[in-house]
């Protein structure tokens, strides 16, 4: 429960300020999510309240025992040897050491037959999960009389009552891990932008029995929208499609073969090419669909020439720019 519970925290934040993250990032969700650069090209250590949140997240687990979630299900992170917090050292190798763990879900589950109820990053860094409100204060925050009176386990596991902060720290972890939660879920939709379309003009006549008389270049994109708690957001980068229309000059026997040949050219000299078969084409519907996986890598100018090929006979290409959209 503590896990869900900062994992929704991570969730929800990352949704309020930097949606393409799309998960969580360390100590706040999956061990892994948050490691790279979200699909925007921002990585989540760029983003000002998420770093805070992470700094603040681990202070609490290194010198308190707990994170949120941890606080609210009521247990805590001590060193075996002591009872006491880890620090930040075993605090950050335990959490790396958790990658073992998620191999398989084994680590995770070794704590239903574990004798001390140890994943293997407990066992790495001599950690152990208590169930109390009432760890012992980090060596740094423990007054000298009782660093030498409680000496740690097998005596003392956890301090004779809890320490003034953590009530009011439990219900602040207690709003944030609602919140989160509610920000985790909610409803996706689709949003279509304005379509655009260039034609392309015919620069030199074809004498052939079958050339292109002209084509036309539809572009359109959809963003993808994520409502949650009633605040919307852009969760995936928008995703524009092409189709090409297009007008023959004359008509295809049964014994011809055509393709119509696309190419689009970015001013940075990028390029694509396509190319269809005409004869093919379902009820010879003129209009089909380009794949260009990743039409932003073309630049924003870019322009595309369309021609037609007869018998291995290419006719002369017309010429468009790109739609702006």
């Known amino acids: 429960m503590a896990s869900l519970?900062?994992?929704?925290?991570?969730?929800?934040?990352?949704?309020?300020?930097?949606?393409?993250?799309?998960?969580g990032f360390p100590f706040l969700g999956p061990q892994i999510v948050g490691l790279g650069n979200a699909p925007s090209g921002t990585p989540w250590t760029h983003n000002p309240w998420i770093v805070a949140v992470f700094v603040v997240t681990v202070a609490m687990q290194a010198y308190g025992g707990a994170t949120p979630g941890k606080l609210v299900a009521g247990?805590?992170?001590?060193?075996?040897?002591?009872?006491r917090p880890l620090g930040l050292v075993r605090t950050l190798l335990r959490w790396a050491a958790?990658?073992?763990?998620?191999?398989?879900?084994?680590?995770?589950?070794?704590?239903?037959?574990?004798?001390?109820?140890?994943?293997?990053?407990?066992?790495?860094?001599?950690?152990?999960v208590l169930?109390?409100?009432?760890?012992?204060?980090?060596?740094w925050f423990a007054p000298r009389a009782d660093r030498a009176?409680?000496?740690?386990?097998?005596?003392?596991?956890?301090?004779?009552?809890?320490p003034g902060w953590r009530p009011w720290a439990t219900w602040v972890s207690v709003v944030?891990?609602?919140?989160?939660?509610?920000?985790?879920?909610?409803?996706?939709?689709?949003?279509?932008?304005?379509?655009a379309e260039a034609r392309c003009t015919m620069t030199t006549a074809d004498t052939g029995s079958v050339s292109l008389a002209g084509a036309t270049l539809h572009q359109s994109t959809t963003t993808v929208m994520t409502t949650r708690l009633g605040i919307t957001r852009q969760t995936e980068p928008p995703v524009r499609a092409l189709s090409v229309t297009?007008?023959?000059?004359?008509?295809?026997?049964?014994?011809?073969?055509?393709?119509?040949?696309v190419t689009l050219t970015g001013t940075n000299g990028v390029s694509h090419s396509e190319s269809f078969s005409l004869v093919d084409s379902p009820g010879n519907d003129p209009t089909t669909t380009l794949t260009v996986d990743d039409l932003d890598r073309l630049g924003q100018e870019w322009t595309w020439t369309a021609s037609v090929e007869v018998n291995g006979v290419e006719s002369p290409a017309c010429t468009g720019t790109g739609p702006a959209a």
């Open 5 to 23: 519970l900062d994992g929704s925290i991570g969730s929800g934040l990352t949704f309020l300020v930097l949606p393409e993250l799309g998960g």
């Open 75 to 83: 247990i805590a992170v001590v060193g075996e040897d002591d009872a």
């Open 98 to 128: 958790h990658l073992v763990d998620a191999i398989l879900l084994i680590g995770y589950l070794r704590p239903l037959w574990h004798p001390k109820r140890k994943t293997f990053a407990d066992s790495i860094v001599g950690s152990v």
């Open 131 to 139: 169930v109390t409100r009432r760890p012992l204060p980090h060596r």
């Open 149 to 162: 009176t409680h000496v740690g386990p097998p005596l003392v596991w956890q301090a004779a009552q809890a």
């Open 176 to 195: 944030a891990c609602g919140l989160g939660v509610l920000l985790s879920g909610g409803f996706s939709s689709t949003v279509d932008g304005a379509a």
């Open 246 to 261: 297009w007008a023959l000059r004359g008509t295809l026997s049964s014994e011809d073969w055509a393709n119509l040949n």
